[in-house]
């Protein structure tokens, strides 16, 4: 069954919204209904119901891996939006993936605080441990390496997130040690 492009409710037209956004295979960018419920659920905390596209695409990128420009596209038709607006909105935060990324996530912070304090000596030990640049992956699939604005832990300089956890005050010794206990 199709949706619309207001509410995400069964639509009578013969062209799904993911077609008619140009999608390649909207079959493969879908919501299940209890998503679609959700959606509509956040829409309806907001005034305006753009104020519940951040929590959406999160939900996108937990459904389909990351955000695609399918998904984009999808997710635009769910809230009556181009898709450029949403494009511009995942392309300015950085906590939504345009590629699958690595089972590992490790984001290590290069703000003023963390410079300061040594993050250019950790993101080239990283660079060398790894074998990869900020904003690659391992060949292996296992880890995605990038540089970040601050994650407010200056207090612990240089710091990293990895996947949904902090490592703080941050030394080659201890990068080793992370990077051994990444299944």
């Known amino acids: 069954m199709s949706q619309s492009q207001s509410d995400g ?65 999808y997710v635009a ?3 009556d939006l ?12 950085t906590l939504y993936f345009r590629e699958r990324p690595g089972r590992h996530v490790v984001a290590v912070c290069h703000n003023l605080s963390c410079h300061l304090a040594g ?11 790894l074998g990869i640049d900020p904003g690659e992956t391992t060949d292996d699939g296992r880890v995605t390496f990038l540089t970040v604005e601050c994650l407010c832990a200056c207090e612990a300089a240089p710091m990293m997130q990895v996947d949904d956890r ?6 080659p010794a201890k990068l080793d040690q992370i990077l051994r206990g990444l299944a």
């Open 9 to 73: 409710a069964p639509s009578t037209s013969n062209r799904t919204p993911a077609a008619r956004a140009g999608l390649s295979d909207p079959n493969t960018i879908v919501f299940s209904e209890a998503q679609l419920a959700e959606v509509r659920r956040l829409q309806a905390l907001y005034p305006d119901t753009r104020g519940a596209l951040l929590p959406v695409l999160h939900m996108a990128q937990e459904t389909f891996g990351y955000i695609s420009l399918e998904a984009e596209e």
């Open 77 to 79: 038709t769910l809230f």
């Open 119 to 129: 993050a250019p000596g950790i993101v080239a030990h990283l660079r060398q441990r």
């Open 82 to 93: 181009s898709p450029a607006h949403v494009h511009e909105v995942v392309t300015f935060y």
């Open 166 to 171: 902090y490592e703080m005050n941050l030394t």
